[in-house]
Antibody
Framework: QLQLQESGPGLVKPSETLSLTCTVS??????????WGWIRQPPGKGLEWIGS???????YYNPSLKSRVTISVDTSKNQFSLKLSSVTAADTAVYYC???????????WGKGTTVTVSS | DIVMTQTPLSLSVTPGQPASISCKSS???????????LYWYLQKPGQPPQLLIY???NRFSGVPDRFSGSGSGTDFTLKISRVEAEDVGVYYC?????????FGQGTKLEIK
């Protein structure tokens, strides 16, 4: 059974870079059928799609965050990562990683990790 | 970006009664491949969203048949035929015909 697990610091200082990793287990990140993405949810608010990556390294970022986002993949470790630079309090959120397929959409999600931006 | 608008934003339902949530998109979600890329998710308290319905009306694996989706073009509906206590949470519609995928604001379902 495919599982995704987010990891990374829970506290980031303003203006610094948020870095998270999603580890995929129970399946290969190199599957040609899926993209791997990041979604976030500020406290008490809705869901915002951040971006996604294909195992080949091809990426797509939400234009609203594009200037600050980098998503990368490490197929040898079955992981993909998110970097969000120049963070502010508005970037405080639960960050989820998820698998996205052409038919089922985002069908497998990690449990999420809370990131707080504060000095 | 495609804007997804859900109504109502909250719903209080007696167990055993039906519930219905509407989702309207700012553009048609019908792709030239003939598929409509509209999804429904349920986010239970303290959990990540879980997929309920894909491509308007297809129940995901393990989803009870009391959940059904319908609609076309820009207007969609999620129906729960008989609400149960385990159905509480926030329901989101999502489109993926166009990047970035966008979500509705969410509809909070509570039990009376």
């Amino acid at each position: 059974q495919l599982q995704l697990q987010e990891s990374g610091p829970g506290l980031v200082k303003p203006s610094e870079t948020l870095s998270l990793t999603c580890t995929v287990s129970g399946g290969s990140i190199s599957s040609s059928s899926y993209y791997w993405g990041w979604i976030r949810q500020p406290p008490g608010k809705g869901l915002e799609w951040i971006g996604s990556i294909y195992y080949s390294g091809s990426t797509y970022y939400n234009p609203s965050l594009k200037s600050r986002v980098t998503i990368s993949v490490d197929t040898s470790k079955n992981q993909f990562s998110l970097k969000l630079s120049s963070v502010t309090a508005a970037d405080t959120a639960v960050y989820y990683c998820a698998r996205r397929g052409a038919i089922l959409g985002m069908d497998v999600w990690g449990k999420g990790t809370t990131v707080t931006v504060s000095s | 970006d495609i804007v997804m608008t859900q109504t109502p934003l909250s719903l209080s339902v007696t167990p055993g009664q039906p519930a219905s949530i509407s989702c309207k998109s700012s553009q048609s979600l019908l792709h030239s491949d003939g598929k409509t890329y509209l999804y429904w998710y349920l986010q239970k308290p303290g959990q990540p969203p879980q997929l309920l319905i894909y491509e308007v009306s297809n129940r995901f694996s393990g989803v009870p048949d009391r959940f059904s989706g319908s609609g076309s073009g820009t207007d969609f509906t999620l129906k729960i035929s008989r609400v149960e206590a385990e159905d509480v949470g926030v329901y989101y519609c999502m489109q993926s015909i166009q990047l970035p995928p966008t979500f509705g604001q969410g509809t909070k379902l509570e039990i009376k």
